[in-house]
């Protein structure tokens, strides 16, 4: 039935090419679009943008374009042509994945290919050997939001002394302990455990660790708007540990303007980068990544 609606749009809208057309409604949008109305946007980008490098500048600039502009509304449905959609830049990216099948190198398969994991390494490809050498070669990496394992498979490739991952989900969790078996990441810490004002992480390294001193270099986190709530609950651990951090900012409006501040409140000089890390998808995965200073 689908092939057959097909067919007849394709023939009613003389789409030659419909597989060139992109079926989308974002659930993430709405923030966005409504975000005009409730507060000062200029203002809010000037700080957001302040001692940023021009290619972050860039990718905000893209982001809000397109989530505000040109992306409907979670309960919308919208074809739009993927040249619309997405940069050459980005549409060079797919071409090269889907040509050099890119997603069969990774044992994790889905419906979709994963970049932010399997092509940027969640953030790490956008740090140089001293950043990697310094703060995750060695060192403990705390994966929040850790899903089913695929973002530690990829973090044990850089030989981390000990990966923590968090996951709040039962049946994520499951398949997160299933496949640290599977692959035998025997460095993986796993946690099911949501992050709240109780399960704070500083509270979770404080019941793992009590006085000790290992080092956090790294902290990913990607839990689905929650990561404001996770920052705050996380201060001590910054402060005492300074690590770099990878942090997803593209579910609301908040946390779009709000991590980059609550950083830089902290007074840690840290350099802050904002980058995309979804090849295929027009607004997804965006991440603050900060990088303590002379690192």
């Given amino acids: 039935m689908k092939k057959i609606i097909k067919k007849i749009i394709k023939k009613f809208l003389g789409l030659n090419k419909f597989d ?7 659930y993430w949008s709405d923030s966005f679009k409504d975000s005009i ?8 980008l000037k700080r957001l943008k302040a001692n940023l490098p021009e290619d972050s500048k860039k990718v905000i600039d893209l982001v809000l374009e397109r989530l505000i502009f040109l992306i409907p509304r979670k309960n919308q449905k919208i074809l739009i042509h993927k040249n619309t959609l997405f940069s050459e830049y980005e549409l060079s990216l ?10 069969e190198k990774y044992p994790f398969k889905y419906h979709y290919f994963t970049s932010e994991t399997y092509f ?26 850790a899903y089913n394992g695929d973002s530690a498979y990829i973090f044990s490739l850089y030989n981390p002394k000990q990966i923590i991952s968090i996951e709040a989900d039962k049946n994520n969790f499951l ?40 080092k956090i270099g790294f902290i990913k986190m990607d839990i689905e708007g929650s990561e404001m709530m996770a920052l705050n609950g996380a201060t ?16 609301n409006v908040e946390q779009f303007f709000g991590a980059k501040i609550f950083l830089e409140n902290l007074n840690l ?14 607004s997804d995965e965006i991440y603050l990544l900060a990088i303590p200073n002379g690192d």
Wanted: glycine share 6%; charged share 20%; net charge positive.
């Fill in 20 to 26: 060139d057309y992109v079926d989308i409604g974002y």
């Fill in 37 to 44: 109305f409730k507060c000062d946007i200029n203002q809010n």
């Fill in 94 to 103: 797919q071409e090269k994945i889907l040509r050099e099948k890119t997603y």
């Fill in 120 to 145: 940027f390494h969640n953030g790490i490809k956008f740090l140089n050997k001293n950043n990697i050498d310094n703060f995750i070669t060695n060192n403990v990496i705390l994966d929040v939001g």
């Fill in 175 to 214: 398949a997160l302990s299933e496949n640290i078996k599977k692959f035998n990441l025997k460095n993986v810490l796993p946690l099911n455990k949501m992050i709240d004002s109780i399960n704070s992480i500083d509270n979770i390294i404080k019941d793992l660790w009590g006085g000790g001193s290992q």
């Fill in 236 to 251: 001590n651990t910054i402060i005492n540990h300074k690590p770099i951090l990878a942090i997803s900012i593209y579910h």
């Fill in 269 to 282: 000089g840290y350099n802050f980068r904002i980058i995309k890390l979804s090849i295929f998808h027009p």
